[in-house]
């Protein structure tokens, strides 16, 4: 079975820093990206960054550009995303998930579409 455990969500003051994990398996780590996406209440769920398991080529949100760190153990088949500098409008459910995007720009996107398996989310809640 396909599975992607996110966790290390939590509560931070603005300013602090989270250090999110995405556990994978059931299918083949480096044939994937691994993305990851949030959801803040009321609102669409909004890609952040991804990693491709291959080459490590990594791709971000501008509204986390700088700020974020998508890193990937593929011996442990784990991605991390370090968050630091942390901003209320960071607070959201975290998901992370599998796809395959085909082009560079498609990766950069950060299209919902191009991913197949999703986990469950973790929240963070960022206060100020």
């Known amino acids: 079975d396909v599975q992607l455990q996110a966790s290390g969500g939590g509560l931070v003051q603005a300013g602090g820093s989270l250090r999110l994990s995405c556990a994978a398996s059931?299918?083949?780590?480096?044939?994937?990206?691994i993305g990851w996406f949030r959801q803040a209440p009321g609102k669409e769920r909004e890609g952040v960054s991804c990693i491709s398991s291959s080459d490590d080529s990594t791709y971000y949100a501008d509204s986390v550009k700088g700020r974020f760190t998508i890193s990937s153990d593929n011996a442990k088949n784990t991605v991390y995303l370090q968050m630091n500098s942390l901003k209320p409008e960071d607070t959201a459910v975290y998901y992370c998930?599998?796809?395959?995007?085909?082009?560079?720009?498609?990766?950069?996107?950060?299209?919902?579409?191009?991913?197949?398996?999703w986990g469950q989310g973790t929240l963070v809640t960022v206060s100020s």
């Open positions: 059931g299918f083949t780590f480096d044939d994937y990206h």
């Open positions: 998930a599998a796809g395959r995007p085909i082009t560079t720009a498609q990766a950069m996107g950060l299209y919902e579409y191009d991913y197949y398996y």
